[in-house]
């Protein structure tokens, strides 16, 4: 069977993208010089383009032309049961352990912090009224300098003026929220619950992950509820929303007796494997 002509092109432009002729953030020839080149049409042209970026190898800028796209090694988290475990509920300690340790360097933004009016998905989470006022504290995650993930969590005023101030300080907290609480008003988590939903990223997380504007790359997007033990039983103290982007995030659920010692590898998957998997997802 004949191989057509734009797969041709774009296997060729692939190999010369992984023999680093055609270097990451370096732009390709635009479409006249490769429809020149292959002595082929423009639409034949662009099919090969087309190819190339559901394969994630290349990107189209608006106005400026294709470029290839920068190698992500993906980093693997393991979702395990303690509290202070995976994505972490520390803001940096505990949150970070897993990346250090498989020998990557992880960063974050010191905290954005605000005093909002609980809406929405918060609210009910929270089990408090539209219109309270919450704590939002906010930061960027980094690993090897690369945005890794967006992490927003609100927590009811009346834990601050219990005595949780630090909650509304642009300072992290050592040691994890959780700790903290523990230690100023005598809170314990009891037990948390996470739901995760696959969708599309908004403008701005299009911009600070630096993913596609066609969203074409989804977005994993947890959200973790903190319980407290109280009279009535468990009662939600925090929301955690932390935003992922597919291409540079995978996951790992142990369950019974697996070998302990073995370092997580990352599967390699294409972009068009992640884009088939994408639906919108409901915000609650």
């Not at 994630?56 to 190698?71: A, I, K, S």
């Not at 659920?253 to 994408?278: F, K, T, Y």
Request: net charge negative.
């Amino acid at each position: 069977m004949t191989t057509p002509m734009y797969r041709r092109i774009a296997l060729e432009l692939r190999q010369q993208i992984k023999s680093g002729t055609l270097e990451p953030g370096g732009q390709l020839p635009t479409e006249l010089e490769l429809a020149e080149r292959y002595e082929a049409s423009r639409n034949t042209v662009r099919d090969a383009i087309k190819w190339l970026t559901a394969n994630g190898l290349v990107e189209t800028r608006p106005g400026q032309g294709t470029f290839v796209r920068d190698r992500i090694t993906p980093f693997v988290t393991t979702l395990s049961p303690g509290p202070e475990a995976d994505l972490g509920e520390g803001e940096v300690d505990a949150a970070f352990a897993e990346v250090s340790q498989g020998g990557r360097q992880p960063s974050v933004s010191p905290p954005t912090v605000a005093v909002e009016l609980a809406a929405g998905s918060v609210a009910a989470r929270l089990h408090v009224p539209e219109g309270t006022q919450v704590v939002s504290r906010h930061q960027e995650r980094f690993i090897d300098g690369k945005p890794w993930a967006l992490r927003t969590s609100y927590y009811p005023m009346d834990l601050v003026t219990h005595g949780a101030l630090r909650l509304i300080s642009a300072e992290r907290i050592s040691g994890g929220a959780i700790a903290y609480l523990h230690d100023a008003l005598g809170l314990a988590q009891v037990g948390y619950r996470d739901r995760i939903l696959i969708r599309r990223p908004d403008e701005e997380e299009s911009r600070f992950f630096g993913l596609s504007e066609d969203g074409r790359t989804p977005v994993v997007n947890i959200v973790r509820t903190g319980y407290r033990a109280s009279e009535a039983g468990p009662l939600p103290y925090r929301v955690t929303f932390t935003v992922l982007p597919a291409d540079r995030n995978q996951f790992i659920i142990n369950s019974g007796e697996v070998p302990g010692h073995l370092a997580p590898v990352a599967d390699q998957l294409r972009v068009a494997d992640l884009s088939a998997c994408v639906w919108s997802a409901p915000s609650w």
